[in-house]
């Protein structure tokens, strides 16, 4: 059996990677459709997919009875947009045509027949409302338009649940939470158990996976002390309390993240998710 899927907005890879090793795991094969506006993020998942079908365009220009000539679907994911719901664009003003990206998934499943609906984006998506004159979210008013949207995937028949989860419950070696919205048609959603957890709090779990396991400790970097610019006095401080915390000159590798992290983490824990503010890590030992 074939499975027709639909990966929106796709990056690299990683949420398609995910779709066929789910579809073969099921012993069934995937026919799948990658679109993109970005012509760097189509060429990239061409390279790591070469057997996709690939679409370099913007959704706008779409017809998705078009793209999908038979007309269902028994997956659609998608990953629209985040940055203008993303913390990481601090109190400036948003981008309300970036932000109703998400809009798109509502077309494509009231256009064909979808069976099922993976959505992932970032936490602060379910804040998701209207915004004020000052080009800034509502407080007034936080959340009302994702609830609209949700609404409107009930309205076309889809069962619609939503969690933030961490991958690093799920096996991934990072620390990083997504929410998930998943919706199905005349069916109940239902969550993946979690697999992982801290040691000594396992309860028949597995261990965390580590930044440790996941760092080629072969490969010599140059060291940040010899830079031509100077490392920012708040990156030397974190650099000091790391050392402090894992045992001085004879530190233990731990991670330091350059912006947006005001601490430092063993390597024998999950790695840090970099937000979109982040430039790097410092490795000390």
């Known amino acids: ?9 796709c990056g690299a890879g990683g949420t398609s990677t995910g779709i066929m090793q789910a579809a073969e795991a099921l012993g069934k094969r995937t026919d799948l459709l990658a679109v993109n506006h970005w012509p760097v993020s189509v060429n990239t998942h061409e390279l790591n997919h070469p057997g996709v079908r690939h679409l370099c365009e913007s959704l706008e220009n779409i ?9 269902r679907l028994n997956l659609l994911a998608a990953s629209p947009e985040c940055t203008h719901h993303s ?4 109190g400036r003003p948003r981008n309300e045509q970036s932000r109703a990206t998400a809009w798109h998934v509502c077309r494509w499943a009231s256009d064909l027949r979808v069976d099922n609906i993976l959505i992932e984006n970032v936490r602060e998506f379910q804040n998701w409302g209207p915004l004020g004159a000052n080009g800034k979210p509502m407080k007034s008013r936080k959340g009302e338009t994702f ?9 076309m028949g889809f069962n619609v649940d939503s969690r933030v989860l961490n991958a690093a419950d799920y096996g991934d070696p990072t620390s990083r939470h997504r929410l998930i919205v998943l919706a199905r048609r005349g069916k109940p959603v239902v969550w993946p158990d979690v697999t992982h957890g801290k040691s000594g709090d396992l309860f028949g779990l597995k261990p965390y996976r580590t930044a440790r396991e996941i760092i080629d400790w072969d490969v010599k970097g140059k060291s940040i002390f010899r830079r031509s610019k100077p ?8 650099i000091a309390a790391g050392l402090k915390k894992f045992g001085g000159a004879n530190a233990e590798p731990f991670l330091v993240m350059l912006y947006g992290m005001n601490d430092a983490r063993s390597v024998d824990r999950p790695a840090p998710w970099p937000s979109p503010r982040t430039s790097g890590t410092f490795l000390g030992n």
């Open 63 to 71: 017809g998705p009875a078009k793209a999908v000539p038979g007309g």
């Open 231 to 238: 490392l920012s006095p708040n990156t030397v401080r974190r």
């Open 1 to 9: 059996m074939i499975l027709h899927c639909a990966d929106l907005f």
């Open 147 to 155: 609830k609209a949207f949700l609404n409107a995937l009930r309205s």
């Open 87 to 90: 913390i990481a664009a601090g």
